[in-house]
């Protein structure tokens, strides 16, 4: 058995660096255990088609207070995104196209319905069960919400596949709180909602950051290691890795995705409640793709139907031969991350005379170390499980972005988790 460190952290995610840092900064001893060879979880910057990529998490927002608060201690700055000039969209069995704006135009009013009891059922987005009222919106799906407005058929068509596409998976069982509670992020406001969800990226990508916060950690990491087991009784923590090796400390926090939590044995085991959490999982398992099209072209957004492999596809970087796009699906394993060719049957029935020549991505659905992209709960997550999710057990306590409170799904909900988790491992240790 290694020495006894104060805390280990599992994983070196956002959640997972965040609260590595905070804990030394306390003064406390930490070892963080990485089941892959790099740090920064389900985000991924990698050089691909001649430029970095973001494989995972990629846009930020000044109303995400915690990871721009990161951005500005590092001194790392935001990158814009195109602004968009044109659209197509397909509604009706037959493809549309025209100004950028004419997406927006058709969902304005059908999103203000469907979020119209936004600021009173979530009045404080930090706090999303501070209104007893959500807890019964918390048993409807999306799906329902959605159908119940009684839109026509380009309306209901637009807004499903555009609220599936901030799911990144299907509609069925996807919670209608999970939108509320975006939105309620956004001071009630769906169009900054969506502009914090893809316009700005961060200078040097997502890896700058997460660099930067290891960099200040003063943690021992140790790449490649995959947890297995953890143990705990009242003197302390046992986690055992693939390797046979054992380490022990005073505290574990793990950061583990939801829907990857069962791939841990954890003795003794977890509460019910988590473990149920856990056997259901979360709805985002869907597809991020990145495309290489011949030619220059314009600057658009795409919306096809919801349950088309790719559903969402904008162009993003501009050379003189071609056009990078970015281009989300609902369902992971519905589209081959390296099918160049399906990925031109899809695009062409939107976009004429379009040529795909590259496609990448990461398939994070079937990647055991995430199992999901970004964490978007069922119904019954957030008033059956969220508070459980959140309370430690002994000296075990779970923190990401599955489990936070304000921007659960994103880079920021992981680092808010962090803190959270940091500070209550601190409690314990003193
Ligand atoms: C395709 C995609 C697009 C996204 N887009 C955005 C976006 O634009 N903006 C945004 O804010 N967010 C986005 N997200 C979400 C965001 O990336 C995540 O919410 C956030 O990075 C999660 O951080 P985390 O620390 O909670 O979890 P993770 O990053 O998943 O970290 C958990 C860590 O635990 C490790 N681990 C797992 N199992 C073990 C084990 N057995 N032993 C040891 N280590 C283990 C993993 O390897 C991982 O490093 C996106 C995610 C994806 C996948």
New binding site residues.
């Given amino acids: 058995m290694a020495d006894i460190t104060d805390v280990i952290v599992?994983?070196?995610?956002?959640?997972?660096?965040t609260s590595a840092r905070e804990l030394t900064a306390k003064g406390h001893t930490v070892r963080i255990?990485?089941?892959?060879d790099r740090?920064?979880?389900?985000?991924w910057t990698e050089h691909r088609m001649g430029r970095n990529l973001?494989?995972?998490?990629?846009?930020?927002h000044w109303v995400?207070p915690h990871?721009w608060a990161e951005m500005t201690r590092y001194g790392i700055r935001p990158v814009g995104g195109p602004e968009f000039e044109k659209a197509y969209w397909w509604a009706g069995g037959q493809r549309h196209e025209g100004p950028a704006e004419r997406i927006l135009q058709i969902i304005d009013e059908p999103n203000r319905r469907l979020l119209s009891g936004t600021r009173e059922l979530v009045p404080l987005p930090y706090q999303p069960l501070a209104n007893p009222a959500v807890k019964d919106a918390d048993q409807d799906s999306l799906s329902d919400r959605i159908d119940a407005l009684g839109l026509d058929n380009e309306q209901r068509q637009l807004l499903r596949t555009f609220w599936s596409l901030n799911f990144?998976g299907k509609l069925d069982e996807a919670a209608f709180t999970q939108a509320l509670r975006w939105c309620s992020a956004a001071s009630g406001d769906w169009m900054l909602m969506f502009e914090a969800?893809?316009t700005y990226k961060v200078e040097g990508g997502?890896v700058a950051l997460a660099e930067a916060i290891l960099a200040d950690a003063g943690a021992e990491l140790e790449l490649d290691?995959?947890?297995?087991k953890v143990e705990q009784d009242e003197d302390g923590v046992r986690v055992t890795?693939?390797d046979g090796r054992t380490h022990a400390a005073r505290a574990v926090v793990v950061?583990?995705?939801l829907n990857?939590l069962d791939?841990?044995e954890f003795s003794p085991a977890l509460s019910a409640g988590k473990q149920a959490a856990a056997a259901r999982g979360q709805a985002?398992r869907?597809?991020?793709l990145w495309i290489k099209v011949r030619g220059r072209w314009d600057r658009f957004v795409a919306f096809g139907a919801e349950d088309w492999p790719l559903h969402f596809i904008q162009s993003e970087y501009f050379d003189e031969d071609s056009t990078t796009l970015v281009a989300?699906g609902p369902d992971g394993h519905a589209v081959d991350v390296e099918d160049t060719a399906a990925v031109q049957a899809v695009l062409e029935q939107l976009i004429p005379g379009i040529e795909v020549l590259e496609v990448t991505g990461?398939n994070?659905v079937d990647d055991?170390?995430?199992r999901?992209?970004?964490?978007m709960h069922y119904t019954g997550y957030l008033s059956e499980h969220l508070e459980e999710m959140q309370r430690p057990e002994g000296r075990l306590f779970l923190?990401?972005?599955?489990?936070?409170s304000g921007?659960?799904?994103?880079?920021?909900?992981?680092i808010e988790?962090?803190f959270t988790a940091a500070r209550a491992v601190h409690a314990l240790l003193t």
């Fill in positions: 599992i994983g070196a995610g956002f959640a997972g660096l255990l990485e089941a892959r740090i920064a979880g389900r985000t973001e494989l995972g998490g990629t846009w930020v995400q990871v990144n969800c893809a997502t290691t995959v947890v297995t890795t693939a950061t583990l995705p990857a791939t841990v985002g869907g597809a991020k989300f990461h994070w055991g170390f995430s999901s992209t970004w964490p923190a990401g972005s599955d489990y936070a921007w659960g799904g994103f880079i920021d909900g992981a988790s962090g």
